[in-house]
């Protein structure tokens, strides 16, 4: 049956992929996001398009009202310099939108570690919404909790083509999960056209296994023809200022220095629950070969 479905975030890695998998499934899919040529582009696609900032909540109302289910997330920013309250604005929105628009059904992006309150770094504040949605009377709200995304890679494609290396604080040998956020998608997707939710569950979608990022960027290495490519374990220091240096506040660099000394000492984030409902099939291999070299070879033409 033809659901009416709304995507906020709909021109992001994972929201642009749920709205093309909801369209050939022949639901009726309204995308969301501010205005962009990606948008329209979604338009193109068959989607209504809302466009418009997610601060806005009777905005984010009238987008809501009326649909079957919905998918909600909250925008990264990494140049604010109060990231955690950037995203309690925004889930506030969100969550006075999803009251004043009567949803019933909603699936909502969160993250691996969103189940602690503190000493996650920016997935704090995912904590802090998983809370506020869960609040909502009347409301079925299903969290994903994915594993770091295998599209942060890419963040490595200017330090590969000028300094010869990728490279983080994150320890060379420590082993997390990663997950494609085409993965996270199609079981976003998945959720959103089903019949029932069921209530404040949580699916973890943490790829095929854990991964270093010295395995990772082995993948990467052998995809772009660069097989000896080494992977550097930065200080912590070094990799601040290297984030500051890049464009990011101060605030969402020591935000992410707290993510990466949480999994270099093995806690929440690197430790999601592993049974099959949450492993995901795509490789870090399959994403180097087929998102991350053709990202390379654009950037380096
Ligand atoms: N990276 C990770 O490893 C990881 C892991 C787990 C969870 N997460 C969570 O996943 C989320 C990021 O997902 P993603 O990668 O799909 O994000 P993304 O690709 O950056 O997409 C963000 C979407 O939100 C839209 N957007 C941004 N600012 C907006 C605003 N002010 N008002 C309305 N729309 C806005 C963007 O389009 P426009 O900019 O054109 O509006 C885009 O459609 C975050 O909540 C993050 O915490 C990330």
Redesign the pocket.
């Given at each position: 049956m033809s659901k009416k479905i709304t995507v906020?975030?709909?021109?992001?890695?994972?929201?642009?992929a749920i709205v093309h998998t909801l369209l050939k499934q022949g639901h009726q899919v309204t995308a969301?996001?501010?205005?962009?040529a990606?948008?329209d582009a979604l338009a193109q696609a068959g989607a209504t398009t809302k466009?418009?900032?997610?601060?806005?909540a009777p905005f984010l109302t009238d987008a809501l009202r009326g649909a079957d289910a919905a998918f909600l997330?909250?925008?990264?920013?990494v140049t604010s310099p109060n990231v955690l309250g950037f995203?309690d604005q925004?889930g506030e929105a969100t969550a006075q939108a999803v009251r004043a628009s009567g949803l019933k059904n909603a699936v909502h992006?969160?993250?691996?570690?969103?189940d602690e309150a503190a000493g996650t770094g920016?997935?704090v504040?995912?904590h802090r919404q998983e809370a506020r949605l869960n609040a909502i009377e009347g409301l079925n709200v299903v969290h994903?909790?994915?594993?770091?995304?295998m599209?942060?890679l890419l963040a490595n494609v200017g330090m590969i083509q000028h300094m010869g290396i990728a490279g983080s604080a994150t320890k060379a040998d420590a082993a997390f999960p990663?997950?494609a956020?085409k993965d996270?998608a199609a079981k976003a997707a998945e959720l959103l056209a089903a019949d029932k939710l069921e209530n404040h569950a949580v699916q973890y979608i943490l790829g095929p296994r854990n991964y270093t990022l010295a395995e990772a960027t082995t993948a990467i290495g052998q995809a772009i023809g660069r097989p000896e490519l080494p992977y550097v374990a930065f200080s912590y220091e070094d990799a601040k200022k290297g984030m500051v240096g890049a464009g990011l506040s101060e605030n969402q660099a020591d935000l992410y220095d707290e993510m990466t000394r949480n999994i270099n000492e093995g806690k929440s984030m690197a430790n999601g629950p592993r049974d099959a409902a949450s492993t995901t099939p795509t490789t870090v291999e399959e994403f180097a070969q087929t998102v991350f070299a053709p990202a390379f070879k654009a950037a380096t033409a």
């Amino acid at each position: 049956m033809s659901k009416k479905i709304t995507v906020l975030g709909a021109t992001g890695h994972i929201g642009t992929a749920i709205v093309h998998t909801l369209l050939k499934q022949g639901h009726q899919v309204t995308a969301v996001a501010r205005p962009s040529a990606r948008l329209d582009a979604l338009a193109q696609a068959g989607a209504t398009t809302k466009a418009g900032d997610a601060h806005d909540a009777p905005f984010l109302t009238d987008a809501l009202r009326g649909a079957d289910a919905a998918f909600l997330m909250i925008p990264p920013n990494v140049t604010s310099p109060n990231v955690l309250g950037f995203m309690d604005q925004i889930g506030e929105a969100t969550a006075q939108a999803v009251r004043a628009s009567g949803l019933k059904n909603a699936v909502h992006l969160s993250s691996i570690g969103a189940d602690e309150a503190a000493g996650t770094g920016p997935v704090v504040g995912l904590h802090r919404q998983e809370a506020r949605l869960n609040a909502i009377e009347g409301l079925n709200v299903v969290h994903l909790r994915p594993a770091y995304f295998m599209e942060n890679l890419l963040a490595n494609v200017g330090m590969i083509q000028h300094m010869g290396i990728a490279g983080s604080a994150t320890k060379a040998d420590a082993a997390f999960p990663m997950v494609a956020t085409k993965d996270i998608a199609a079981k976003a997707a998945e959720l959103l056209a089903a019949d029932k939710l069921e209530n404040h569950a949580v699916q973890y979608i943490l790829g095929p296994r854990n991964y270093t990022l010295a395995e990772a960027t082995t993948a990467i290495g052998q995809a772009i023809g660069r097989p000896e490519l080494p992977y550097v374990a930065f200080s912590y220091e070094d990799a601040k200022k290297g984030m500051v240096g890049a464009g990011l506040s101060e605030n969402q660099a020591d935000l992410y220095d707290e993510m990466t000394r949480n999994i270099n000492e093995g806690k929440s984030m690197a430790n999601g629950p592993r049974d099959a409902a949450s492993t995901t099939p795509t490789t870090v291999e399959e994403f180097a070969q087929t998102v991350f070299a053709p990202a390379f070879k654009a950037a380096t033409a």
